[in-house]
C-alpha cells in the first residue's frame, strides 16, 4: 500500500512506501538527499549505503532527475525542523531520458510556456493547480448547497452572447457557428424548469487584448436564478465570494503558503459589499485625475485605481446601458440606466464578475438585438423565454482564471490553467 507526502507529518516511526517523481538531489557523499514529489507535494528522502545498500545508493545517485520512483523506508523527522522525511531502504527506479529541460536556473515566461507539459510540475504551478481544483469544486459545492443544478450549455452556439467581436467562428457543415461565450442564454431557458441552474465550462473570447487578465479560453462559473432582481443577485455574490474564498483558505491553506499568500487574506472582513453607482464610479476616477465621460466603460486601469481604496469586494452598478450587452434590464426609473453590475476584488485588482437582471420584455429584447447587429432569426428560440411563462430572473458570471489570480497573487493569467490560450500561443 502506498501512501502520499502529505499524510506523513502523521506517522512518524512508521514504514511506508512512496510512488513519485526525482525533483531535486544533493549528494553528500555518505548521504544522498532526495526530493521526491508526488501529487500532494513532496518529501525529502534520506539515502545511506547501511539502509539503502551500496547498488541502490549508487542507482539513486545517478537517477535522471524527473525519474519516476517506487521508495519505501521509515518517516523521521527533520533535525531542527518541524517536517518529516523519509529514511530510505528499497528504491525502484523507472527508466527515464536525462536531461530534463526545466532547471534551476531562471527561465523566461516565453520558454516555461513552451514548456508547459512540464513546467506543470514544478512546485509553484502544481500547488496554483491544487489551489485551482479546489476553487472549483468550492464553486460547485457552495451552488448545490443553496439548491442550484448544475446546466450544462452547448459549446457550439449559433449565436453571440457578449457581442459580435470577440467570436471564434466554425464551419458547422456548411453553415456558420461559434464557441459560445457564455453560457448565460441557455441557462436563462435552465431557470423556467429548474428555477436556479449554473454552468461550469469553457468560455472563448476571440479578444486579440494581450493582458495580464484575458485569455481566448477561460472557464465560466455561471449561476442564474428564476425570481431574483438585480440587488438580491449582488447579495447573492457576495455570499458566494465568501463562500468560496473561505473553502479555498481552509481546504489549501499549505499551498497558499507555498505560494507565498498568507490564507487569512482569504477570510473577508465582517460588513456588506459597498456598491457604488456608475455616476459615483466616475466622480471618485475624477477625484484621481482619470477623468471619464458618461457612458464610457472603466478601463483596466480606472477598475484597478478605484479598486486600489477597498479592502474587500465591492459593486459598480448601474452601467449605461450603452457599455452593457443587449439582454439586460434597464432601470425603469431611469431607462438610461442598465440593471447591470460588475463585482470588482480590492487591492487594485478589478473585475471578477459581471452580473445582472436580465430583461424581461420580449419587444424591448427584439429592439436591443436589432441593435446590436444580432442576427433576430436565432433568438426567436430565447425571445420564447419571455412569451411562454417569464419572470424576473438575474444570474452573474464568475472568471475561474481571475478569482484564481487574485487568491494565488499572481502576476500573470497564464499560470492558472493548465495550458493558457492566448493570441500568440496556442501549444501546447
Ligand atoms: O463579464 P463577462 O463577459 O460577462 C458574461 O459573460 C455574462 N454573460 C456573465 C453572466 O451574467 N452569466 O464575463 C464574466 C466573467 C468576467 O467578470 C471575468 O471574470 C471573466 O468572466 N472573463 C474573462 N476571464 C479571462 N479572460 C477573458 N478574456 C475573460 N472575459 C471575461
Ligand atoms: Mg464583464
Known amino acids: 500500500m502506498f501512501t502520499t507526502s502529505d499524510r506523513l507529518g502523521g506517522m512518524p516511526g512508521q514504514k511506508v512506501a512512496l510512488r513519485g517523481w526525482l525533483a531535486a538531489r544533493q549528494d553528500r557523499g555518505r548521504l544522498v538527499f532526495v526530493t521526491l514529489r508526488d501529487g500532494q507535494g513532496q518529501v525529502q528522502l534520506v539515502a545511506s549505503k547501511q539502509q539503502l545498500g551500496e547498488e541502490e545508493l549508487i542507482a539513486l545517485r545517478h537517477a535522471p532527475l524527473e525519474s519516476a520512483l517506487r ?34 536556473k531562471e527561465h523566461g515566461p516565453e520558454f516555461l510556456m513552451e514548456q508547459r507539459h512540464l513546467w506543470l510540475r514544478s512546485p509553484r504551478q502544481a500547488a496554483i493547480m491544487r489551489v485551482r481544483s479546489s476553487l472549483e469544486q468550492a464553486c460547485c459545492s457552495f451552488l448545490h448547497s443553496e439548491g442550484f443544478f448544475r446546466f450544462d450549455a452547448p459549446l457550439m452556439t449559433p449565436t453571440a452572447c457578449e457581442g459580435t467581436t470577440e467570436l471564434f467562428e466554425l464551419d458547422y457543415f456548411g453553415l456558420p457557428a461559434y464557441l459560445s461565450q457564455s453560457a448565460q442564454l441557455y441557462s436563462e431557458a435552465g431557470i423556467a424548469a429548474l428555477e436556479k441552474v449554473y454552468s461550469f465550462g469553457p468560455c472563448f473570447r476571440a479578444e486579440k487584448s494581450n493582458t495580464r487578465r484575458h485569455l ?60 457604488l453607482l456608475y455616476g459615483e464610479a466616475l466622480r471618485r476616477l475624477a477625484g484621481k485625475g482619470r ?24 459593486f459598480i452598478y448601474k452601467y449605461p446601458v450603452q457599455c452593457r450587452a443587449f439582454y439586460i434590464e434597464p432601470d425603469a426609473r431611469q431607462p438610461e ?52 411563462g417569464g419572470v424576473p430572473h438575474s444570474g452573474f458570471g464568475m472568471g475561474i482564471e481571475r478569482m484564481l489570480r487574485w487568491i494565488c497573487g499572481l502576476h500573470h493569467i497564464r499560470e492558472t490553467i493548465p495550458f493558457a490560450r492566448t493570441p500568440q500561443r496556442c501549444r501546447p
Open 71 to 104: 521508495v519505501w523506508g521509515t518517516v523521521g523527522s527533520v533535525p531542527g525542523g518541524d517536517t518529516v522525511e523519509l529514511q530510505l531502504e528499497r528504491v525502484e527506479i523507472l527508466p527515464s531520458a536525462d536531461g530534463f529541460p526545466i532547471g534551476r
Open 216 to 275: 481566448t479560453e477561460f472557464w465560466g462559473v455561471e449561476p442564474e436564478m428564476a425570481w431574483v432582481e438585480a440587488e438580491e443577485n449582488m447579495r447573492f455574490q457576495e455570499r458566494f465570494i465568501r463562500a468560496i474564498l473561505a473553502a479555498v483558505a481552509e481546504e489549501r491553506a499549505d499551498d497558499l503558503r507555498l505560494l507565498e499568500q498568507d490564507p487569512a487574506k482569504l477570510m473577508l472582513p465582517a460588513g456588506g459589499f459597498e456598491v
Open 291 to 314: 477623468v471619464l465621460s458618461w457612458g464610457k466603460d472603466l478601463s483596466v486601469e480606472d477598475e484597478e485605481a478605484l479598486s486600489a481604496d477597498f479592502d474587500r469586494p465591492f
Open 337 to 388: 440606466l442598465a440593471l447591470s453590475s460588475d463585482c470588482l476584488m480590492h487591492g487594485g485588482f478589478g473585475e471578477i464578475i459581471t452580473g445582472g437582471q436580465r430583461a424581461a420584455d420580449a419587444d424591448f429584447l427584439l429592439a436591443r438585438i436589432r441593435e446590436h447587429g444580432l442576427d433576430e432569426t436565432v433568438f426567436s428560440w430565447y425571445l420564447d423565454l419571455r412569451r411562454y
